[in-house]
């Protein structure tokens, strides 16, 4: 039997809430597509695993290492697309952010192969991370 889609993301956003990097890179296809929303420095869209772990890198260091991510409810499933709420922050010695958001994952062959965010308040979230 396969991972649907939902466990599959669900295995990503307990990776992601844990700090286990690599079980997110097992999970992320090689040529994923990440649309990252905004416009500050991380803003945009990146192509390939080692892409999207450059940007996950750059929020990290950006944040002094505090920027997490919280799933805040129930995985929604629609055929290779998972729609999830969350909850997001991060902090530096000047400036805090935090706020919701939904995180929406296409999956296809037990793969993440594309991923959109949105945030609630895309002027706060340019803010803290700057241009």
Do not use: C
């Not at 890198?57 to 697309?81: K, T």
């Not at 706020?99 to 803290?128: K, N, T």
């Amino acid at each position: 039997m396969t991972d649907t889609t939902i466990d599959i993301a669900r295995s990503y956003f307990q990776a992601i809430q844990s700090g286990d990097l690599d079980t997110v890179g097992k999970l992320l296809a090689d040529n994923v597509v990440w649309h990252q929303p905004g416009g500050n420095q991380f803003s945009g869209v990146r192509e390939g695993r080692d892409a999207v772990f450059a940007l996950l890198g750059g929020m990290m260091e950006a944040s002094q290492g505090s920027f997490a991510i919280d799933q805040v409810h129930a995985l929604m499933g629609n055929g290779d697309l998972v729609a999830a709420t969350i909850h997001f922050a991060g902090r530096t010695d000047k400036a805090s952010m935090a706020m919701d958001g939904v995180d929406l994952l296409r999956i296809q062959d037990g793969r993440i192969v594309e991923v959109w965010l949105f945030s609630s308040d895309p002027d706060a979230e340019d803010a803290f991370w700057g241009k």
